[in-house]
């Protein structure tokens, strides 16, 4: 038997909330009432570490993509 830490499942519903929250925001196609709601069900330090995580990553596929287009 697995023995559940209690929200452990509501951490992880709100990790994963985050992740959509910060990808909606970075295609700037969010509804008003969408946006409220994930505001009020996410935990704002997965909402930081995931933003600065795609930030990171989008800055890195940018480089990229200018190195190989200038390479080729």
Same mark, same amino acid.
């Given at each position: 038997m697995a &023995?559940?830490?209690p929200g452990q499942d509501q951490d992880?519903? &709100?990790f994963v909330r985050s992740v959509k929250l910060v990808a909606w925001s970075f295609l700037g196609i969010r509804s008003n009432k969408g946006y409220?709601?994930?505001l009020a069900k996410v935990n704002p330090m997965h909402v930081v570490l995931v933003g600065l995580v795609a930030a990171v990553l989008l800055v890195v596929g940018l480089i990229?993509?200018?190195k190989w287009v200038v390479a080729a």
């Open positions: &023995s559940q830490v992880k519903a &709100s409220r709601d994930d990229s993509l200018a």
